[in-house]
């Protein structure tokens, strides 16, 4: 935001230290000066937050403040650039004998500066080995920059959809085999209540047997709030605030893992760290959908899947939604009985749901509490335990005779139906874990059991490996689908990757726009690529994961790094102009641009650091920090090398007014060498032959 008061005011005080004086007119002609390259840059920033707008999917609303209000503060700090900061800068002048002092430092840094640039700049012009060594030099550079991300470095920089943040809580959800009675559940959470309790950064610890806890946004999409039976329970742990302790919840989350190992295998439970998503919620961190021709081979590949799940270091709380066998007993109605005696089906069902405490006979309604208190009925667990006692339980007819539930039917053991899932009106069903270790995004845990998935063929025997982009096209083999995170990060980059291209192109139609040719917008956009040589790096560096928020520090650089060209490319025309050749013009226009070049890189150096600690938005810190870093001092080399590569013809032609200009030019040039040609024709002429000496 401060860049473009940052531009103005320099050009300002340079302008009145050449000049010797610091009246209105040198203020207003500075002005001027850097106008045009200072609207054109505040364009290309817009250009590239605007497109960020159009993400899709859940994390569209994360990203829609960032366009919306980055754009209008951008108009304001153009507004504030062009009218208030020249006005103050008026009138808060330095005396004159200060300003002297001012133009006898800068002119020592110009000189030195100049001396800088003639030696580097004059060696990679006029030595084309030098030249040519530094662009393969940029371009190694760059792909080797790149193979940071892939398996040659070991994943020397790791990518992630958010890191998490330090939250001030996280919860345990924790599942019994199917069937688990209450107190049993109710002996595991406390055990793991009693370990959690031993944990310094614990506060306060809530527990829930049976019943789900008040779910939150991310048990909104997880379906906690179903969470009803024996065999279910959840713990919400509390932590001390950020500031009272050292681990952060995902690092305390990630030992209470650890440490519950035992307590889940002694009990054969499966226990889920679960912590608050920086970014949109979804099933699980890993999630494969299972597809398949019929119920027998989904399961079988599921349960196939699990195991793998379970073998690999990179995926922990392994799950799946398939339910075990779980036998219950039914009261089979004798219908022929029961119509003998007047009783209806429905008047059992009721009765014994009545005599087991699952029928609300009526509510209380307090003043203060806005949800009823139900009134429940239950015969005590001794009794309602054994199916002799309730075979004994009375049923009313419809003449008021009562008569024991025995002579109405018997009771039978039976299975509990079977949970069946479907997405898209296909059948599927769900094997979920957690990314952990070393690389946790969930890409890498996917690449493992891809990887693991060569050796193990399905039922049907098919080699599977999980689509990535969509479900598999048909169910008549087995297949399945990699979704959960990987999901939202597949959208969100994808979204990202479109609209970072939407922004290129419209800052390369406003370049073409202002300068009136295709050629100089290439070299102006020239050291976007240049930013992922600091970008990278200062990731490994830190050893922080490229995120989504390090992406939109990138894309928001693209627009700002192109101010850098930008004034270089203004300030060389204007040099080409007066007749400077442009060698020299370069040289010239890289010397005057230098310091606003460097003040606002520092600027936004310095804003960076702000917001590095914070570990949602630490990407973002580090690819403005390292990025414009890097590329602001590539840019000095670059874009001097851009400019003589193209030639003077372009310069000439974008500087000038006239619609003649190019053609003056190659006349000019034209006459020139038909100059030089006579000059070296009459030379040759006068030398003498051979047979003459």
Not at 75 to 95: K, Y
Not at 459 to 473: E, K, L, N, Q, Y
Not at 595 to 615: E, K, N, Q, Y
Request: with cysteine; proline share 6%.
């Amino acid at each position: 935001l401060v860049d473009n008061s940052i531009v103005i005011v320099e050009n300002i005080y340079a302008r009145w230290l050449r000049a010797g004086e610091t009246s209105t007119e040198i203020a207003v002609d500075a002005v001027r000066e850097v106008g045009n390259p200072t609207v054109l840059a505040t364009y290309t920033v817009i250009a590239a937050l605007l497109p960020m707008g159009f993400v899709r999917g859940m994390m569209g609303p994360y990203m829609e403040p960032i366009p919306a209000l980055g754009s209008v503060a951008m108009i304001f700090s153009l507004i504030a650039a062009v009218v208030f900061a020249p006005w103050i800068a008026m009138r808060i002048i330095p005396p004159m004998n200060i300003l002297r002092k001012m133009e006898h430092r800068d002119q020592k840094i110009d000189n030195w500066l100049g001396k800088l640039y003639h030696k580097v700049l004059g060696r990679l012009l006029d030595h084309k080995i030098w030249g040519y060594g530094f662009l393969i030099g940029l371009f190694i550079a760059f792909f080797l920059t790149i193979a940071m991300f892939t398996p040659l470095t070991n994943y020397m920089v790791k990518v992630k959809m958010l890191p998490f943040d330090n939250k001030d809580e996280f919860a345990l959800v924790i599942d019994m085999p199917d069937g688990t009675s209450l107190p049993d559940t109710i002996n595991t959470t406390s055990d793991i209540a009693t370990l959690l309790r031993e944990i310094p950064e614990v506060t306060a610890i809530q527990t829930y047997v049976g019943t789900a806890r008040p779910f939150d946004f991310n048990g909104l999409v997880r379906h906690y709030y179903l969470r009803q039976f024996p065999w279910q329970a959840e713990i919400q742990v509390q932590l001390a605030g950020k500031k009272e302790r050292h681990r952060t919840s995902h690092e305390i989350a990630k030992a209470v893992r650890q440490q519950l190992k035992p307590i889940g295998a002694a009990a054969n439970a499966v226990i889920t760290i679960v912590e608050m998503p920086p970014g949109p919620p979804v099933l699980q961190t890993v999630v494969a959908e299972v597809h398949g021709p019929d119920a027998k081979t989904r399961t079988a590949v599921a349960s196939m899947l699990t195991e793998l799940f379970h073998e690999s270091d990179l995926i922990d709380d392994v799950d799946n939604y398939m339910r075990e066998k779980q036998e219950i007993w039914r009261f089979k109605v004798d219908l022929d009985k029961a119509a003998n005696q007047g009783v209806s089906v429905e008047t059992i069902n009721q009765n014994l749901a009545m005599a087991l405490g699952m029928f609300k006979v009526g509510d209380i309604k307090q003043k203060l509490v806005y949800e009823p208190t139900y009134i429940l009925l239950q015969i005590p667990l001794a009794v309602r335990s054994q199916l002799s006692q309730l075979d004994a339980l009375p049923i009313m007819t419809q003449d008021g005779r009562s008569v024991p539930l025995s002579e109405l039917g018997k009771f039978v053991k039976d299975y509990r139906d079977p949970m069946i899932f479907h997405k898209d009106l296909r059948s599927v069903e769900f094997v979920v874990g957690d990314s952990v270790g070393k690389l946790p995004a969930p890409i890498y845990a996917m690449n493992d059991i891809d990887d693991k998935l060569k050796d193990h063929p399905t039922p049907d025997g098919i080699i599977m490996s999980g689509t990535r982009i969509s479900a598999p096209a048909y169910d008549d083999i087995s297949g399945f689908e990699w979704s959960g995170e990987w999901t939202v990060t597949y959208e969100t980059f994808r979204d990202m990757g479109m609209a970072f291209a939407v922004a290129l192109v419209a800052i390369y139609m406003l370049v073409v726009w202002q300068f009136g040719n295709f050629s100089i917008p290439a070299i102006i956009m020239a050291p976007i690529p240049l930013t992922m040589l600091g970008i990278l790096p200062g990731h490994w560096l830190l050893g922080a994961e490229f995120t989504a928020t390090s992406m939109i520090g990138w894309i928001a650089l693209a627009g700002i790094i192109v101010r850098n060209s930008i004034l270089l490319i203004d300030a060389t025309i204007s040099q080409v102009a007066k007749d400077v050749p442009l060698r020299e013009a370069v040289i010239n226009a890289t010397k005057a641009r230098t310091r606003p070049i460097m003040i606002t890189a520092l600027a936004l150096v310095l804003g960076s650091t702000v917001i590095l600690t914070d570990p949602t938005f630490q990407g973002m810190a580090i690819s403005l920090l390292f990025g414009v870093f890097v590329s602001t001092i590539l840019t000095l080399l670059v874009i001097p090398l851009g400019c003589v590569s193209l030639g003077e013809r372009l310069f000439v032609c974008a500087g000038s007014k006239s619609p003649n200009a190019c053609k003056d030019y190659d006349d000019k040039v034209s006459g020139e060498s038909s100059k030089v040609n006579r000059d070296t024709a009459q030379i040759n002429k006068q030398k003498p032959r051979g047979g003459e000496r």
